[in-house]
């Protein structure tokens, strides 16, 4: 799914009002990309567990010591390179984007050189823990770690791209921003649980030799919270009269999300694992709540203060 809100916003009349600078609208679509392109990546990365496939390339950075390794390709050899490939793409746009901030940080807003140098660190420190998986031979705490700083890697760049993105405040949110922020914490921590679920096949051990079934449990027990805080923030929104639109459309998307991810959890545990699909759009559509709840909150941060847009606040005179 993506999550690029900016044709949504401009279809709304007073972001219209409101003008940035050229260099600060290309890094607002160009930060969007590289959100929609983790997406892409983390289920790219969640094929590749699936599919057996982690380990297809027996070294790092190189795989058989090559760049192309044309003469073992096949599927799992393909997943995990391709997931490589792009993953090193994301490295290099990364740093890009940490250039621009800083060499053009007189028109953009004060805090986004600190942000872009956060998205930098982060992929720095995925790709160590990338490079781990593989000679740790696919360890379950660093595949944890690994799909725990992806998912951060893309929340960053979500809050990021939310935050250049116009939007005109009404100041009626009133406990909104604490409600999803409290939500995409219980989210975040129910896609780690989810993550050690994955990492171990705690399914299969669960069901096969009666081992692991407290950490399959204890993902199938995260429903509750994570399900009831977003229960709240839907029947809070449906109760905030004068709401901004965009906001009630975020809100809609965040239960629509939530039951698909509810029901294709379901379907992957009763097939148990054998439909692959199921299980790479199960990652998929938790990471999409994940950063469908990041960019509400943002969004209703910024609605707190509706006289001061922080995406128009660069460090010009
Ligand atoms: C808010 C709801 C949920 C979220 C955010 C969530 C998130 C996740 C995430 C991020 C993973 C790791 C996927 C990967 O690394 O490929 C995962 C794995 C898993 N989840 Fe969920 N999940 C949710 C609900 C459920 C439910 C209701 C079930 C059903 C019992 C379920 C069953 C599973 C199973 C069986 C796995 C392991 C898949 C595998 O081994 O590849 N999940 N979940």
Known sequence: MNLDVTSLVDTFPEASKLSQPLVQKRLRYFVWIMAAATLFLMALGSATRVMNAGLSCPDWPLCYGQLLPQQQMNLQVFLEW?????????????IALFGVSWWQRQQLPRWLPGASSLVLGLVVFQGILGGLTVTE?????????????????????????????PYQGMGTVGKLPWISLSAAALVYLQSLLGGLVASQWALHQCLNASQLCQIMNSHILGVVPASLAILFLGVSVWRTPALHPLLRTLANLVSLLLLSQITLGVATFRLHLQVEPLTVAHQFVGAALLGTLTVFSVM????????????????EP
């Open 300 to 315: 209703a941060l910024r609605d707190m203060t509706p006289d001061c847009d922080e995406s128009l606040l660069s460090q």
């Open 137 to 165: 031979l696919l360890r379950f705490d660093i595949v944890t770690a690994h799909l725990g700083t992806g998912l951060l890697f893309f929340v960053t760049l979500v809050a990021i791209a939310a935050s250049l993105t």
């Open 82 to 94: 391709f997931h490589r490939l792009i993953a090193s793409s994301m490295g290099f746009l990364a």
